[in-house]
């Protein structure tokens, strides 16, 4: 398997991750002008209050669907890194692997689905326990050769503020409301 797509996944993440510290930067602004007005007058507009809110109600919407894009996007980096190094693995590999677990997977092909099904997942829980075995011996992990450089600049998990700022879910509804209140905000910021 070629490199591209862990690379095109990687430039998406890196993409994704700058987006949402750009929504985070653009949250405090907007939190800022809210505060700084509220505070600077005895008697602040009640419009323009309200419409201050609802820009920084929308900078919070637009930080939490960043940060989710952002850690799906690192989430595709490390599966497709993995299913990489798993084909590449299979490829060397496969044949010793299906005879040792000749016992569940002998003539699988010619078995009903239900069969098959059955057979496989007593095959990977095999290979589960070996691996658990595996791991427990101390042997030290770390990614491998090819694909170290992107998983290394990506990190081994998002960001945990990325994390926290997707906590909140909106629903469908919410979600409608403000990407329309979005596209309002920008046709109003095009000439």
Partial sequence: MTRT????????????????????????????VLRERELSCDNPEPEEIQALRDLS?????????????YIRAHEAVQ??????????????????????????????????????????????????????????SGVAVDYAEDDRDILTAIGFRPDRASRADNQLKYSPEQSLIFSRRQVELNRKKSP
């Fill in 5 to 32: 797509p862990l690379e095109q996944a990687f430039t998406v993440c890196q993409h994704n991750k700058t987006r949402w510290l750009d929504s985070k930067s653009g949250l405090a602004q907007a939190e800022m």
């Fill in 57 to 69: 109600d929308l900078r919070k919407w637009e930080v939490n669907q960043s940060a989710g894009d």
């Fill in 79 to 136: 599966h497709i890194s993995i299913r990489r190094q798993l084909h590449a693995f299979m490829t060397a590999n496969g044949t010793a692997l299906t005879v040792a677990l000749a016992p569940e997977l002998m003539h699988i092909s010619k078995q009903p689905e239900i069969v098959r099904e059955s057979a496989l997942d007593r095959a990977a829980a095999s290979i589960r326990e070996a691996l658990s075995v595996y791991l427990a």
